[in-house]
């Protein structure tokens, strides 16, 4: 097994399916471990490229692996999947891993250190958090709706309930239906809170998470988001790549050498798209207060485009934008040229 240049893991939680080639492309290795097999098999074997699919458990692996002397590369799952033969099992998966990995132009996922890890954690967690605080929001709404009673939109009303409840009247079971959702409803509300105190304190320590709260309309969540998710940008070759990367550029269907761009392709992590367009609005509502070469292309763009479009420019913009001071270690310039859209 000398000779194995490139070897490919099939993941799972238990069971872990190995696939290694020489460098002519030629099958030398094929094992099926255990967790802990693995781990043991590659602390004491030759340093190689190993290659596995980006998914919940690949991060962890990768930086367990490289600590023993390997070159570990993570591929997207739907890079691998055209590689994939026949009568699919997990040997066939790591075999396929392998060849997608030898393609010479396959983009690779930089492995998440395990502070980005946490962060990106933290951040489910509080979506997860949000989610169910409008869930439990929109459940009294519907419940006093039935009642004939009709709330303004908004979570400002549901902190007074309690006021309310008392100006109508109700049947008694449904009132401390009521009371459990709004209890319920104040605990989502006070964890929110507390991880948005442990958001601000590690933006507080992090260099990269200042200098992208210098980006005008971006806030403490989407900069600790592209601070976890981006990194140091480098992985990307440039500021193009990464909008392409979540899905701000237009999508492409060109053929017979006449270009035809539509919309954007919503490509990526839909969060921080999602994250980035509401920068862009909030930008946009206070544009009569800004000033400088992105609020004078703003407004020019606006002259000639619906707002809905130029939302999704600026996001594309400030996602250059955001990738441009990762990799350069600086901080906005409201004076400075803006990246090209």
Not at 38 to 45: K, N, P, Q, R
Not at 230 to 236: A, F, N, R, S, T
Request: aromatic fraction near 6%; include cysteine; charged fraction near 25%.
């Amino acid at each position: 097994m000398d000779d194995v240049t490139l070897v490919g893991i099939d993941l799972g939680k238990h069971s872990f399916h190995l696939h290694g080639q020489d460098a002519k492309g030629k099958a030398v290795v094929r094992k099926k471990l255990s967790r802990k097999q693995l781990i043991e098999f590659f602390a004491t074997f030759h340093a190689c490229t190993v290659i596995m699919e980006a998914c919940a458990g690949s991060h962890h692996m990768a930086r367990k692996l490289a600590a023993f002397g390997h070159t570990v590369k993570l591929i997207s799952p739907q890079f691998v999947r055209p590689f994939v033969k026949s009568n699919k099992n997990d040997f066939v998966d790591a075999e396929a891993i392998c060849e997608a990995a030898s393609r010479p132009a396959m983009r690779f996922v930089t492995p998440k250190t395990e502070s980005q890890q946490t962060l990106s954690a933290l951040h489910r967690v509080r979506d997860s958090l949000v989610r169910d605080r409008t869930k439990t929001s929109d459940q009294m709404h519907g419940f006093l709706l039935e009642f004939g009673i009709s709330l303004p939109v908004g979570h400002a009303v549901i902190k007074r309930l309690p006021a309310v409840l008392a100006e109508h009247p109700l049947p008694p079971r449904l009132v401390t239906i009521l009371e459990r959702l709004h209890a319920h409803f104040k605990y989502l509300s006070e964890q929110i809170g507390a991880i948005d105190k442990d958001i601000a304190v590690q933006l507080a320590e992090d260099d990269l998470g200042q200098r992208l709260l210098s980006i005008p309309g971006v806030g403490p969540i989407t900069a600790s988001v592209l601070a976890a998710e981006m990194g140091d940008g480098k992985q990307y070759g440039c500021s193009r790549d990464f909008a392409a990367s979540v899905g701000l550029v237009p999508r492409q269907y060109s053929t017979g050498g006449k270009a035809n761009l539509l919309g954007i392709s919503k490509r990526g992590d839909k969060n921080i798209r999602r994250l980035l367009v509401q920068c862009a609005r909030a930008y946009m509502q206070r544009l009569d207060r800004q000033c400088g070469r992105l609020a004078d292309w703003v407004r020019a763009m606006l002259t000639r485009r619906h707002s809905n479009v130029v939302a999704c420019a600026l996001a594309n913009k400030l996602a250059r934008t955001a990738w441009a001071l990762a990799t350069r270690n600086t901080r906005f310039d409201a004076g400075a040229r803006a990246m090209p859209a």
